[in-house]
């Protein structure tokens, strides 16, 4: 089965504390995305990548926000330093190519006390 | 900017009545849609894509239409399913690399 793992699958930090997650996309897709899907359930793009470089990235996400997707390891986002407001499902997906529907993980849950 | 509309927060139904959601978008390329379903505590998984003007897509007895002069993709279903309830997102890719979602309608079917 085509399957985007992210792990974990749950995360407790609090307030000022980094925050760390990670993705594996689907074998053959160097297209790689992050949204946030707040309590809403209203998804936000964070940044995308294809292979290593950066395309495209949200303010928010360049000045708390880091991400990385080096080549033979799994990608990354990480939260310098939580706020309240950074508690969401942090999804991640990947596609072929930019224009093809991305591939979703199961997500990870962050939730900063 | 491109964006994607979905008007309806939260459609109720009754277990077998039909079913239209809407999704209208604005681009200024050559659009991609998807319909995208997530069940609680799932991924979001595809359920329809189409670039093609004015043909039907099916899947899973979903169908929608790409229609470019009305800039909709509105998903169909002729009897929903208690299995059906959901949320359901339009997502719109422009070949950017950058996928769009609409702020998506949670659909819920009762007996």
């Known amino acids: 089965n085509s399957k985007v793992i992210q792990t974990p699958r749950y995360l407790v930090k609090g307030q000022g504390q980094k925050a760390k997650m990670r993705c594996i996309p689907e074998k053959g897709h160097p297209v790689v995305f992050w949204y946030q899907q707040n309590k809403n359930n209203e998804f936000k793009f964070l940044i995308n990548?294809?292979?290593?470089?950066?395309?495209?990235q949200i303010d928010m996400t360049e000045k708390r926000f880091s991400a990385e997707c080096p080549s033979n390891s799994p990608c990354s986002l990480e939260i310098q330093s939580s706020e309240a407001g950074d508690s969401a499902l942090y999804l991640c997906?990947?596609?072929?190519?930019?224009?093809?529907?991305?591939?979703f993980g199961e997500g990870t849950r962050l939730s900063v006390l | 900017g491109d964006s994607v509309t979905q008007t309806e927060g939260l459609v109720t139904l009754t277990k077998g009545l039909p079913v239209m959601l809407n999704c209208t978008y604005q681009t200024t390329y050559s659009p991609f849609l998807f319909w995208y379903v997530q069940h609680l505590n799932e991924a979001p998984k595809l359920l329809l894509k189409s670039s093609t003007d004015n043909k039907r897509t099916e899947h899973q007895g979903f169908y929608a239409t790409l229609h470019k002069s009305s800039s909709s993709f509105h998903l169909q279903k002729s009897s929903v399913q208690l299995s059906d309830s959901a949320l359901y997102f339009c997502a719109l890719g422009t070949g950017g690399y950058k996928v769009v979602f609409g702020s998506g309608t949670r659909l819920l079917v009762s007996p």
């Open positions: 990548f294809q292979n290593q470089e950066v395309l495209q």
């Open positions: 997906a990947s596609s072929r190519q930019g224009n093809q529907a991305p591939l």
